[in-house]
């Protein structure tokens, strides 16, 4: 089910649609609701929508939560070419040249001054968190932010892997040692055209609820009446030491309002999980939160991954802490997947990422 709004922005460590697609189909009926507690990108989500279901997510980045409610609650194509032609006719170039020269050694190689000037802009006058049709704006922002400009005229930054957003330091030195200069890129122009690429497909139907917060915090969020309709969680926790998602995606979380540098630890303390013992009281409380919520027949799928310890240790990790959830966990099926093509493989070449996921679905079967 290829829908423009899958392909909206990259995530580090995200799954296919198929993945979501082949486990709503076969464990929910329509209307029912899909829970994804770690939502990254919102492909449970907006999988959900388009196979007839609700939708239910959580995250703690900005940027997960950004993507998840433009996918799932989007404005009219209409609505968001108003409002980018009003942003375009708002604009003045003059304001925002002296922040432009002010700002950082990265940022100053990153965009060309007239890109930057704009940037910035949009940054100070969207409205994300409270408006839909900024949100939008800001989301298809967030999928040119960064990317390979020299072979792809959809990227607004110099050259940069479009997954993660590299280190300032690194990237300066990038571009200083292969004389590397950011292109003219028009960013109204260009959020004009994405919008009517991405609006091709019809807009996605049915309810989405999108909470900003911790997934600990779902059981005190969601009203006991919803939770009755919760059948099935599709989802895929951070894996053991494999990425901090504040760090790797550091500009385009400070495009939505955050740090002119990289930083951890400001959104979640969990987000990189360095010990085994640290990962493991993690995964008790995704599963402590997964006991209160989820339906009483009902079904979570997982996806999860490491880097240090073999999938046969994971898997039983996973499965000896649904223990949390407080009822019966029965593990229905198991399946053990070689990264073929690691994101990693992209802009960190030959470094030991990822190279092995592990799918288990598990039943409550009280
Ligand atoms: C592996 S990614 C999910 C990727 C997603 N399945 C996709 O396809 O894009 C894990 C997500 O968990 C989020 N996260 C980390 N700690 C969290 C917490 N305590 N509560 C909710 N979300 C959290 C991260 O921000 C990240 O978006």
């Known amino acids: 089910m290829r829908h ?5 922005c990259p995530y ?23 829970l994804d507690p770690f939502s990254g990108r919102g492909t449970t989500a907006l999988t959900a929508l388009l196979c007839g279901r609700n939708a239910i997510s959580s995250d703690v980045n900005d ?7 433009a996918k799932t609650t989007p404005p009219s194509l209409g609505r968001l070419k108003a409002r980018l032609s009003q942003l375009r006719g708002d604009f003045e170039p003059q304001t925002w040249s002296g922040l432009t020269r002010e700002a950082d050694e990265f940022f100053q190689h990153a965009y060309a001054p007239a890109t930057l000037g704009q ?16 949100n939008m704006i800001s989301a298809l922002a967030l999928g040119s932010l960064h990317g390979e400009s020299q072979s792809s005229t959809r990227y607004l930054s110099n050259q940069m892997p479009r997954t993660i957003s ?11 040692d292969r004389k590397l200069v950011a292109p003219e890129r028009d960013a109204f122009r260009l959020l004009t055209e994405m919008a009517k690429f991405r609006y091709e497909s019809p ?71 360095g010990t085994a013992d640290n990962y493991w009281s993690f995964i008790g409380d995704m599963w402590r939160s997964l006991g209160a ?13 490491s ?60």
């Open 293 to 305: 919520v989820m339906a009483e027949d009902s079904h979570v799928v997982i996806r999860i991954g």
């Open 4 to 8: 423009r709004f899958h392909a909206l």
């Open 12 to 34: 580090f460590a995200m799954f296919p649609e198929s993945f979501a697609e082949y486990w709503i189909k076969r464990l929910t009926k329509p209307n029912e609701t899909v």
């Open 203 to 273: 807009l996605p139907r049915g309810e989405s609820t999108i909470l900003h917060t911790d997934m600990r915090n779902l059981p005190r969020v969601i009203d006991p009446v919803t939770v009755k309709s919760i059948r099935c969680a599709v989802t895929s926790p951070p894996y053991l030491n494999v990425t901090s998602f504040e760090e790797d995606q550091w500009l385009r979380l400070w495009f939505l309002g955050g740090l002119t540098f990289p930083k951890k630890g400001i959104m979640s303390r969990d987000d990189r999980h």
């Open 166 to 176: 590299t280190k300032p330091r690194y990237s300066v030195k990038f571009w200083k």
């Open 63 to 69: 940027v997960a939560v950004c993507l998840t409610k």
């Open 119 to 134: 940037l910035l802009y949009l940054r100070e006058t969207l409205k994300w968190k409270r408006s839909r049709v900024d």
């Open 307 to 366: 880097r240090r310890i073999s999938p046969d240790l994971l898997k039983r990790g996973l499965t000896g802490c649904g223990q949390f959830s407080g009822r019966k966990v029965k593990l229905v099926s198991s399946k053990v997947t070689e990264i073929k093509r690691r994101q990693t493989d992209a802009f960190r070449p030959g470094t030991k990422g990822c190279v092995v996921e592990l799918d288990c679905h598990f039943r409550f079967a009280d």
